[in-house]
């Protein structure tokens, strides 16, 4: 396991799995399926990728009154990823893991990622992170979440 | 992040002494405010909540969180639109009778808790809501850019969830479009190009809103050029059409808006970052963007997104009367039931009814399972309508002003005739 640094802590919560690094912003109101993680914006340049059990890097979320009720309903039924890193750090997103934390007991860590290290997430990279942001990368492993 | 300053009673809410909920409340505003990097809470005395909008288990538990914490508001909250009507049995063979009654309960909760139950997506349309210089708690996308840009009310977009804490708090950060610093205007749209006619023509607004919400994402644009004397429903329409296409939470309209009363004010004394000329050309294209369809029989109208107002309920009678609708098509009107029951004690529903037209109270055509078995070729005279629908319904979409739709709609067919 190797550090590879430290995030801004918007939602704490300890989670692993493989890294699904965004070019473009990601709606969680209708951007992808409700029922399996699928990237379904046709605007979207990775429409077809799915979100499910992935660390989600993404520079920010498209802005709807729906997106922390859409982030709540991924995490609750287990469609969403097991964390998110952000460029920007964004109120939406981390309201919608503050909310799914109360209600379900699932913690979905976010992290707001300073732009060096953001820059050095690739795809398929499997990664932990801890409860207080520090981010480590790992040879091989699954998807985990769960404080 | 930022430490945010707390007054004695703010920090008694995060620290629990006024039990778990208002604690969980105020630690999502705190949040919040260091997100956005605010310096203080400030006091907010006027919300209008999406989270009563059921799309899913999350916004029903957490309703329900709410119903057994047995909270009460300490400001005047109104509620958003629903995905289903509360008076018109909407139960079509498409819509699932989960879905409804999950709806149901979660407005049945938000009504229980005190909110006043407008299920309006266009609540400035009532009366006794907030005023100039308002601090307040917006989340609806136009009502949000109404409330800043034509009254002059203050609010962020709140999304789902944060809308109900800061409204069981009374606390919004002190950021964004709250301050002063945060509502300069910053990129021009120059209308003078434009003639007046083309100006004055219902189409225009919805069109320049889309057009600006493109360009200008979710910076503050300036226009310069519209008339003083535009209605509020074009404003309106504007609103709704800035806030889809892009993520615009207010505009200034010189000599139009009230924090506009001349450019000095509009950029606060400063100069636009960027200026874009429209010209007519630009409306054609804005138009045809807007338009997956511009021919053929017609199978449904949609009008009253954002929810009618009174005025337009008036034009859409004078427009109708006497007339029927073609037998193989439906016409909806959305509207909030206040001024539906407005409506109709000035005897304008009678009218619109008697042509075949079918109001719709509490929602909106494009998530109502009343709605949701639509197909085939519509016709709005919503920049919104037409950006969201083609993306959500299986149809087909013609813009076009009020008239038209009603001429079309006559027909049984698309019938464009009174084009800018």
Redo the contacts between chains.
């Keep these: 396991m190797q550090l590879l640094g430290k995030g801004n802590v918007l939602n704490p919560g300890k989670a692993q799995g493989a890294l699904l690094v965004l070019e473009d912003a990601l709606s969680f109101w209708g951007g992808f399926d409700p029922q399996t993680g699928r990237i379904l914006d046709d605007h979207h340049p990775q429409k077809g990728a799915s979100i499910r059990g992935r660390v989600l890097a993404m520079p920010h979320s498209k802005g709807s009154a729906g997106t922390p009720a859409g982030m709540a309903e991924s995490i609750r039924k287990g469609v969403g990823p097991v964390a998110i890193l952000l460029r920007k750090a964004d109120v939406n997103v981390t309201i919608g893991a503050m909310v799914a934390a109360r209600l379900y007991d699932l913690h979905i860590p976010v992290l707001q990622v300073p732009d060096p290290l953001f820059a050095q997430l690739v795809t398929g990279q499997v990664i932990a992170i801890d409860p207080s942001g520090h981010i480590s990368a790992l040879d091989g492993g699954t998807s985990v979440i769960g404080l | 992040?930022s430490a945010v300053d707390l007054s004695a009673a703010e920090r008694a809410d995060l620290n629990g002494e006024n039990g778990p909920l208002r604690q969980?409340a105020m630690?999502?505003v705190v949040?919040?405010a260091e997100?956005?990097r605010a310096p203080c809470l400030i006091k907010a005395g006027f919300a209008h909540i999406?989270?009563c909008?059921f799309?899913?288990?999350?916004?029903l538990?957490?309703a329900r969180?709410l119903a057994c914490g047995n909270v009460r508001f300490p400001i005047p909250v109104w509620t958003n639109t629903l995905p289903v009507s509360l008076l018109q049995n909407d139960g079509r063979a498409d819509s699932d009778p989960d879905f409804v009654s999950g709806a149901r309960e979660v407005a049945e909760i938000y009504r229980k808790l005190g909110c006043r139950p407008v299920w309006t997506c266009a609540p400035y349309q009532l009366p006794g809501g907030p005023g100039f210089g308002d601090q307040i708690i917006g989340?609806?996308?136009n009502a949000v850019a109404f409330y800043n840009s034509v009254v002059g009310a203050r609010t962020q977009?709140?999304?789902?969830?944060?809308?109900v804490c800061c409204a069981l708090t009374g606390r919004v950060p002190c950021a964004g479009l709250h301050r002063d610093d945060g509502r300069r205007g910053q990129v021009e749209f120059d209308l003078t190009g434009l003639s007046d006619a083309l100006l004055r023509h219902e189409e225009t607004c919805p069109l320049i809103g889309h057009i600006m919400g493109e360009r200008a994402g979710?910076s503050i644009p300036v226009l310069r050029g519209l008339p003083g004397d535009t209605p509020q429903d074009n404003l309106k329409a504007m609103a709704a059409a800035a806030g889809a296409s892009g993520?615009v939470a207010m505009f200034h309209a010189i000599g139009v808006t009230p924090e506009a009363p001349d450019a000095e004010a509009a950029y606060q004394g400063g100069t636009p970052e960027q200026v874009h000329r429209i010209i007519a050309d630009d409306l054609t294209v804005a138009k045809s963007s807007l338009s997956t369809v511009t021919s053929g029989q017609l199978d449904m109208v949609a009008l009253g997104t954002p929810h009618f107002s009174i005025h337009e309920f008036r034009r859409l009678a004078q427009a109708i009367e006497g007339q029927r609708i073609h037998a193989d098509l439906r016409f909806y009107v959305s509207t909030a039931r206040f001024v539906a029951d407005a409506a109709r004690a000035e005897g304008l529903l009678d009218p619109i009814e008697r042509a075949g037209v079918e109001i719709l109270t509490d929602t909106c055509t494009y998530f109502s399972p009343a709605v949701r078995a639509c197909r085939g070729r519509v016709m709005t005279n919503s920049a919104k309508w037409a950006f969201y629908a083609p993306?959500?319904l299986p149809v087909k979409v013609c813009f076009a002003g009020l008239e038209d739709c009603v001429a079309s709609a006559i027909r049984g067919e698309i019938t464009l005739t009174n084009r800018a």
Excluded: P
Excluded at chain 2, 55 to 59: E, I, L
Excluded at chain 2, 157 to 163: A, E, R, T, V
């Design positions: 992040m969980f630690s999502l949040r919040a997100i956005w999406d989270a909008h799309n899913g288990q999350a916004h538990d957490f969180m989340s609806e996308s977009k709140y999304g789902d969830f944060l809308d979710s993520g993306g959500m």
